[in-house]
């Protein structure tokens, strides 16, 4: 049943963050403005909220879930450097006399 999860991409590259952020603002900037003449028309406060709050719910939908548009820019990691020196190295506290407390 986990397996199914782990199989769920969750990553966004930071060209998909950007363009989900654009995308959230764009939704939330155009449902208020919407919102707003229509409330202003019919005099009607409440019908300002249920139009913004739709438009939040609809930019959240679009840019909360990983969709592919989001992840076109994948980054290239470095490859993993092999260790040269495989002894254990000490930390200089460790080298460190301890002193005696009296």
């Known amino acids: 049943m986990l397996s199914v999860f782990k ?4 990553h ?3 060209k998909g ?15 208020a403005v919407i ?5 202003l028309v019919i005099e009607q406060f409440g019908w300002t909220v249920y139009i913004v709050l739709a438009g939040f719910v609809v930019s959240c939908v679009l840019t909360l879930p ?3 548009m989001y992840r076109k820019n994948p980054l ?7 260790e040269i020196n495989p002894e ?7 080298t460190l006399k301890k002193k005696k407390h009296k």
């Open 7 to 10: 199989s769920i991409p969750s």
């Open 12 to 14: 966004m590259d930071y």
């Open 17 to 31: 963050q950007k363009l989900a952020e654009q995308i959230f603002q764009g939704v939330i900037l155009i449902s």
């Open 35 to 39: 919102g707003f003449v229509y409330g």
């Open 66 to 68: 990983p969709w592919p």
């Open 76 to 82: 290239s990691w470095q490859p993993i450097i092999p």
């Open 88 to 94: 254990p190295t000490q930390k200089p506290q460790e």
